[in-house]
């Protein structure tokens, strides 16, 4: 029971902090990091993902001594390093941490690594899972757990939006990049099986595009009516740079996304020139070669 008198005491802090927390997990049973199941933000009641927000772990760290609630500054984002070893990778789930990190306009230093330059304590505690974001004295792994844990400590500009938007969004999104993986990463290009898979992924694309051209969308993003930008964007916008990347390279662009899907091509445009997009870019060439390690 020291467990939950300890959950008991943290709780109570983060509440002295002005932070609203309505459930506490039991995950440390499962798990010899500690965890925390946080709400959504008190103003709102948002969520956009299932995903349990922030892992707060201190394996392999020091001890934490400041407040509960996070500070600006300390942060480090390690992240799959490209061809070179040293380079940024071609990692979309990187990319996308980059561009909420980018968007709040948090400052932070970019570690990309490989196996063997991994820290220690990232390889021996996290299993070596990238991306992953140190801030001060603790760590975050999972794409979609940084990203909230950002939204929810960081929340200018706010990027969860409205809980049945978010959720309406997601659902459009939901099976594109698996499609896209499936059909990038098949060889030999051409054959039966590929036709099939690229036949999935034109159903994807046609399901975004359908959402993409909801009439009460008058802006160019994709939750609600498209005016403020989310995570789902982020998210997104790296996943669509791979497709479209990868389509030129391998499969000759065998699916026309500007003829086909005239509203998902002017999203595209639109989040390719975002500035928190540009600013986290990597080379095609670097797309390329993850992608064809992945085909060999």
């Not at 789902?232 to 699916?255: E, Q, R, W």
Request: hydrophobic share 40%; net charge negative.
């Amino acid at each position: 029971m020291m467990g939950v008198a300890t959950m008991t005491t943290r709780v109570q802090s983060w509440r002295a902090s002005h932070i609203l927390l309505v459930c506490i997990t039991m995950l440390f049973l499962l798990r010899p990091a500690v965890s925390f199941a946080f709400a959504s933000k008190p103003s709102s009641a948002r969520q956009w993902s299932k995903s349990a927000l922030g892992m707060v772990r201190n394996r392999g760290l020091e001890v934490r001594r400041e407040g509960a609630t996070p500070m600006e500054g300390g942060m480090t984002l390690y992240i799959k390093a490209g061809p070179d070893g040293a380079s940024v990778g071609d990692c979309p789930f990187a990319h996308f941490v980059r561009m909420v990190l980018n968007e709040k306009g948090l400052e932070y230093d970019v570690k990309p690594s490989t196996q063997d330059t991994k820290p220690a304590w990232l390889i021996e505690h996290y299993e070596g899972k990238m991306p992953a974001l140190r801030h001060r004295k603790e760590c975050y792994t999972e794409s979609d757990v940084i990203a909230q844990y950002l939204d929810f400590f960081f929340q200018e500009p706010e990027l969860s939006l409205a809980k049945k938007e978010m959720a309406e969004a997601s659902e459009a999104v939901d099976g594109f990049f698996p499609a896209v993986a499936k059909y990038l990463k098949h060889t030999p290009d051409g054959d039966e099986e590929d036709l099939e898979l690229k036949g999935k992924l034109e159903a994807s694309l046609q399901k975004l595009e359908a959402f993409l051209a909801r009439d009460e969308r008058t802006g160019p993003y994709m939750v609600g009516d498209g005016e403020k930008i989310s995570l789902v964007d982020c998210s997104l916008a790296p996943k669509l740079y791979h497709m479209s990347t990868g389509l030129k390279a391998f499969k000759d662009n065998a699916i026309n996304v500007e003829r086909s899907y005239p509203a998902l091509q002017a999203y595209m445009d639109t989040m390719f020139a975002q500035k928190s997009f540009v600013d986290a870019l990597y080379p095609e060439k670097t797309v390329v070669w993850g992608w064809n390690n992945a085909r060999q």
